[in-house]
């Protein structure tokens, strides 16, 4: 079954609005993980507007403590600042993304062929320290092998296209999908998914292809999360991941 991991970026967003430490972000993290997730994941962005150096110390501090089987993962562009913040709390899984500094939110992935040099020297420093690494990529089957050389663990597949589309096109982009997952899967990698998934649009997804390992959601659930609050936001998109109504 495909499992879920928590990005509470949009939580310490909110958070970061005011001069005040509500939302608790560490609340949150032990909601959702009581509820059913694996894991928390975190894209902590150098101009910290959202997910804070001190959260990441604070969130891994959780973990060890209280959660020792749940998962976490980082997110971000390599740069030597962001490796250093990722050794300094052995985190899971890092998932390294194309992002420009000032970018709102991932919206592309990796051109891996252009940038060979730089993740083959990240991978393995990252794997060094001992965390598994996925790559972020377009919904494009040529990326399985071409993440495969690099060393990559897995591939997160960039699904906006697909989460932003409706009808026939989003048929179209639920078959890139597909065809990415099977082609990752065929060469030994596994394959994560994120980006503008709901609870919705997961389910023809997950009808499709049971080789998914791991579901990243932030917005999508925090939103469903103002309505009916994170635990049942959680269990709700656990339900949608299973395949269950």
């Excluded at 969130?59 to 740069?79: H, K, M, W």
């Excluded at 994120?194 to 932030?218: F, Y």
Aim: proline letters at 6%.
């Amino acid at each position: 079954m495909t499992k879920l991991s928590v990005n509470v970026n949009a939580v310490a967003y909110l958070r970061n609005r005011r001069d005040v430490p509500w939302p608790d972000l560490i609340q949150i993290c032990r909601a959702v993980m009581d509820a059913g997730s694996i894991g928390i994941t975190v894209h902590p962005r150098p101009d910290e507007r959202h997910i804070r150096r001190t959260d990441v110390h604070d969130i891994a501090a959780l973990i060890a403590r209280d959660y020792p089987s749940a998962e976490f993962n980082i997110e971000g562009y390599p740069t030597p600042d962001f490796l250093a913040l990722c050794q300094s709390v052995s985190p899971a899984q890092v998932t390294l993304v194309p992002d420009a500094p000032g970018q709102s939110t991932s919206d592309h992935g990796w051109d891996i062929a252009a940038n060979d040099a730089l993740l083959r020297d990240v991978i393995a420093q990252i794997k060094a320290f001992g965390a598994r690494v996925s790559l972020f990529v377009d919904p494009d089957p040529s990326t399985a092998a071409l993440a495969l050389s690099v060393g990559a663990d897995r591939i997160e597949i960039y699904t906006g296209p697909y989460g932003g589309a409706t009808g026939d096109a989003a048929q179209i982009e639920l078959e890139k999908i597909v065809q990415t997952v099977a082609a990752a899967r065929a060469l030994g990698l596994g394959v994560n998914i994120g980006h503008d998934l709901t609870d919705i649009n997961l389910r023809p997804l997950m009808a499709r292809t049971q080789d998914v390992a791991e579901a990243s959601i932030g917005h999508g659930i925090t939103a469903h999360a103002l309505m009916v609050g994170f635990p049942q936001a959680v269990r709700d998109y656990i339900a949608a991941l299973d395949g269950r109504a």
